[in-house]
Nanobody, 119 residues
Framework: QVQLVESGGGLVQAGGSLRLSCAAS????????MGWYRQAPGKQRELVAR???????NYADSVKGRFTISRDNAKNTVYLQMNSLKPEDTAVYYC?????????????WGQGTQVTVSS
C-alpha cells in the first residue's frame, strides 16, 4: 500500500500564492508519474498538472504560466506552486501517483486539500 499525504491548501485572496505538497510513503519501489487534479463543486475532477519521473511536465491550459509542478524523487514528493490565483481555481486539489510495486503499477489518490480563492 502507498499513502499520499497532501498539505498546503487554504484560503487566499485573488492574486495570491499557495504551495501544495504531496508526500508518498509505504511499499514503494519506484514512483513514476505524479500529478495534481482538482474538483470544484458540481464539476468533474480535472487534470491540473502532471510530471514524469524524468520531470517532463504538462499543464491544463487554464493554469499554464501561473502554476508550476515539481518533484523531489529522493523524498517521493511532488509540489504545486500556484501563483496569480483566481477565484475559479477554488477546488479540492488531489494528489495522484503511479507507484511501481511488486504486483505492477498501481495508481493512488490522496485525500484532497481545499484551496479557496476569494475575490
Amino acid at each position: 500500500q502507498v499513502q499520499l499525504v497532501e498539505s498546503g491548501g487554504g484560503l487566499v485572496q485573488a492574486g495570491g500564492s499557495l504551495r501544495l505538497s504531496c508526500a508518498a510513503s509505504g511499499s514503494i519501489f519506484i514512483i513514476n508519474g505524479m500529478g495534481w487534479y482538482r474538483q470544484a463543486p458540481g464539476k468533474q475532477r480535472e487534470l491540473v498538472a502532471r510530471i514524469t519521473s524524468r520531470s517532463r511536465t504538462n499543464y491544463a491550459d487554464s493554469v499554464k504560466g501561473r502554476f508550476t509542478i515539481s518533484r523531489d524523487n529522493a523524498k517521493n514528493t511532488v509540489y504545486l506552486q500556484m501563483n496569480s490565483l483566481k477565484p475559479e481555481d477554488t477546488a479540492v486539489y488531489y494528489c495522484n501517483a503511479d507507484a511501481l510495486q511488486a504486483t505492477g503499477i498501481v495508481n493512488y489518490w490522496g485525500q484532497g486539500t481545499q484551496v479557496t480563492v476569494s475575490s
